[in-house]
């Protein structure tokens, strides 16, 4: 599919680039957990903070990976009723379903800036030996949420434009994937920044 719309391509590269990432810093993690219990079972020896970092990595690599699932269409959506409403209807709730998501995001976003804040306020450590600045781990964080948000709100302005202009494409964009796209999708590695909404036709 052609893109049209730079903010798209921006966010789809942008989450690629994340998404990308926090795979490779998964394999270390894992790697690092593997020389921790081998090094404990052999040699009683145990690499300190291995495990904090790891719940670190949870948070941050789930908020980043938010940006990519949406653009790839990947949240669950429950649409054994969806499917058989009209046109119109149907694409006012695939554009509802937008809004709403974007203001959740935006919500979670604000939240998250707050948690930041605090820690930066008052200086905040963890209570491990490592002793770690929370705003390290908060603030990548916060900026996958906020990348979400951005994400969220920008392919929410472009469903309700579609909602005015064209409802079709707005379900074909918006709508949950069919099984035939799902297959396409699972067999043939598509990345989001090729999927992301666009402004042509498939």
Same mark, same amino acid.
């Given at each position: 599919m052609t893109h049209? #719309?730079? %903010?798209?391509r921006i966010l789809a590269r942008t989450a690629d680039l994340f998404t990308l990432a926090s795979g490779w810093w998964l394999l270390l993690i894992a790697l690092g957990t593997c020389v921790e219990m081998v090094s404990r079972k052999l040699f009683n020896f145990s690499l300190q903070g291995v495990d904090e970092i790891g719940g670190y990595t949870l948070a941050v690599t789930s908020a980043l990976g938010f940006s990519f699932t949406l653009l790839a $269409? !990947? #949240? *669950? $959506?429950?649409?054994f009723l @969806? !499917?058989?409403l009209p *046109? !119109? %209807?149907r694409a006012a709730l695939n554009a509802l379903a937008m809004v709403t998501l974007a203001a959740v995001a935006v919500f979670a976003s604000y939240r998250a800036f707050n948690v930041l804040a605090e820690s930066i306020e008052f200086d905040s450590h963890s209570t491990s030996p490592l002793q770690t600045p929370m705003w390290i781990p908060q603030s990548l964080w916060f900026f996958g949420y906020l990348l979400f948000s951005l994400t969220a709100t920008a392919m929410a302005v472009h469903a309700c434009l579609l909602l005015v202009k064209d409802r079709e494409? @707005?379900?074909r964009v918006y709508g949950p994937p069919t099984l035939e796209e799902e297959i396409e999708s699972e067999t043939g590695g598509i990345r989001i920044s090729d999927a992301a909404p666009e402004g042509g036709q498939r």
């Amino acid at each position: 599919m052609t893109h049209e #719309h730079a %903010p798209f391509r921006i966010l789809a590269r942008t989450a690629d680039l994340f998404t990308l990432a926090s795979g490779w810093w998964l394999l270390l993690i894992a790697l690092g957990t593997c020389v921790e219990m081998v090094s404990r079972k052999l040699f009683n020896f145990s690499l300190q903070g291995v495990d904090e970092i790891g719940g670190y990595t949870l948070a941050v690599t789930s908020a980043l990976g938010f940006s990519f699932t949406l653009l790839a $269409r !990947g #949240h *669950t $959506r429950v649409d054994f009723l @969806l !499917g058989r409403l009209p *046109t !119109g %209807p149907r694409a006012a709730l695939n554009a509802l379903a937008m809004v709403t998501l974007a203001a959740v995001a935006v919500f979670a976003s604000y939240r998250a800036f707050n948690v930041l804040a605090e820690s930066i306020e008052f200086d905040s450590h963890s209570t491990s030996p490592l002793q770690t600045p929370m705003w390290i781990p908060q603030s990548l964080w916060f900026f996958g949420y906020l990348l979400f948000s951005l994400t969220a709100t920008a392919m929410a302005v472009h469903a309700c434009l579609l909602l005015v202009k064209d409802r079709e494409r @707005l379900n074909r964009v918006y709508g949950p994937p069919t099984l035939e796209e799902e297959i396409e999708s699972e067999t043939g590695g598509i990345r989001i920044s090729d999927a992301a909404p666009e402004g042509g036709q498939r």
